[in-house]
Structure formats: structure tokens, C-alpha cells
């Protein structure tokens, strides 16, 4: 079975404060996504990654860097947190190619204070 | 169905009933369609998904629909249990084109027993 584990369930922090994000797919998959989830707005997608140390914008990349430094990692980076922020953060990855159902990790529920 | 705007779509059923989920894609050359299902607390989890080439498809307990005509791919449960409770997910794609699909914004599935 493909597993996306992701870090943190629940993180809280304060304004300011740099947040990390982190993400790890076992299945040797080329993509790697992140998403925020926030109520009645579905999935928007934040960055994206096809490969080991390339990375794309998203439709809302604005607050959010990334980084994928392996394959199988994929970071969030919240340079400098701020309540809008507050959100659920869905990883997922995908194998590439003409396979592109997505897997996802379970959500980090984050809170800005 | 789908609907755009900040509150999702709420389908409630009685146990033991079938259940329709609607989904209307926007992208006529979308090729790849997969349904989610996202519990609560939880990541999004594939369900089921269907190539342009089919216009049925089943499962376990699921049968996806699709209608290029239309643009529009419906999700049936048989014997819909409390376990089903859940947000369902449509998302296209275009095979061999970008490996990012576009999700819909979900339909909540609610089970009475």
C-alpha cells in the first residue's frame, strides 16, 4: 500500500513564527503536491514538485515556499505564519506518467494564533 | 452535486438506501476521472476512477457513471452504511497532459441509521 505520512495532526503556532511542513511518500513517486483545505473552498493547490529539487507554483503560492531536497520528502515552509493561514494541509503524491491518481497523507490541522 | 460557493452539498440518506453523488466537470478534453472520499479527520482516500473510453464502471458497492455529452460523472452507492458518511470527491485529469488534476469542491454524505 502507498503511505503519505505527514509530520504533524494538529500544530499550533503563533504569528510570525516559521512553520515546517514535512512529507514523506514510500513509493518512489515523481510528484509530490500540497494542498490547504479550508471550508466550502475544496482543495487549493499550493506547490507541486515532478521531481527531486523542482518545484512549481500552485494556484496559491503566496506565504508558502517548499523545498524536496529527496524523492520521497516534500516541505512546507511557512516563512512567516499568520492567522490566515489557519488551515488543514493535505500532502499527497502521485507516480507520474499516464498514473495520476493522487495519495494523500492524512492532514496537518494548523492553527495560527 | 457540485456547486460553487462556500457551503458543500449535503446528500442525506437512510441507511440501507442508494446514493447519487453529481459531479459536472468543466474541461471537455478531461480524459480521467477519480472519485474521493474524505472522512472526517481524515485525507482523501481513491475510491474508484474511469477512463473517457468507458461510461461505466464498478466496484464494491460503487458504480461511477460517466456522460462526456454532458460533461458530468455521477458516483451510486448500493445499501449506503454509516461507515459511507463522508465527503466525496470528483476530479479530472487529462492522461499524458499535466499530472495535476482539478478537484471538485465535494459533496457531504450523511447516514442515518
Known amino acids: 500500500d502507498v503511505k503519505v505520512t505527514q509530520s504533524s495532526r494538529y500544530l499550533v503556532k503563533r504569528t510570525g513564527e516559521k512553520v515546517f511542513l514535512e512529507c514523506v511518500q514510500d513509493?518512489?513517486?515523481?510528484?509530490m503536491f500540497w494542498y490547504r483545505q479550508d471550508p466550502g473552498l475544496g482543495l487549493r493547490l499550493i506547490y507541486f514538485?515532478?521531481?527531486?529539487?523542482?518545484?512549481e507554483k500552485g494556484d496559491i503560492p503566496e506565504g508558502y515556499s517548499v523545498s524536496r531536497e529527496k524523492k520521497e520528502r516534500f516541505s512546507l515552509i511557512l516563512e512567516s505564519a499568520s492567522t490566515n493561514q489557519t488551515s488543514m494541509y493535505l500532502c499527497?503524491?502521485?507516480?507520474?506518467?499516464?498514473?495520476?491518481?493522487?495519495?494523500f497523507g492524512p492532514g496537518t490541522r494548523l492553527t495560527v494564533l | 452535486g457540485e456547486s460553487v460557493g462556500l457551503h458543500l452539498p449535503t446528500l442525506s440518506v437512510q441507511e440501507g438506501d442508494n446514493s447519487i453523488i453529481n459531479c459536472a466537470y468543466s474541461?471537455?478534453?478531461?480524459?480521467?476521472f477519480i472519485w474521493y472520499k474524505q472522512e472526517s479527520g481524515k485525507g482523501p482516500q481513491f475510491i474508484i476512477d474511469?477512463?473517457?473510453?468507458?461510461d461505466k464502471r464498478q466496484g464494491q458497492r460503487v458504480t461511477v457513471l460517466l456522460n462526456k455529452t454532458v460533461k458530468h460523472l455521477s458516483l451510486q452507492i448500493a445499501a449506503t452504511q454509516p461507515g459511507d458518511s463522508a465527503v466525496y470527491f470528483c476530479?479530472?485529469?487529462?492522461?499524458?497532459?499535466?499530472?495535476?488534476?482539478?478537484f471538485g469542491r465535494g459533496t457531504s454524505l450523511i447516514v442515518h441509521p
Open positions: 499527497a503524491s502521485s507516480l507520474g506518467g499516464n498514473r495520476n491518481e493522487q495519495f
Open positions: 476530479a479530472e485529469n487529462i492522461m499524458g497532459g499535466s499530472y495535476i488534476p482539478t
Open positions: 514538485s515532478y521531481d527531486v529539487k523542482m518545484k
Open positions: 474511469i477512463r473517457s473510453n468507458m
Open positions: 474541461n471537455s478534453a478531461s480524459d480521467y
Open positions: 513509493m518512489d513517486h515523481e510528484n
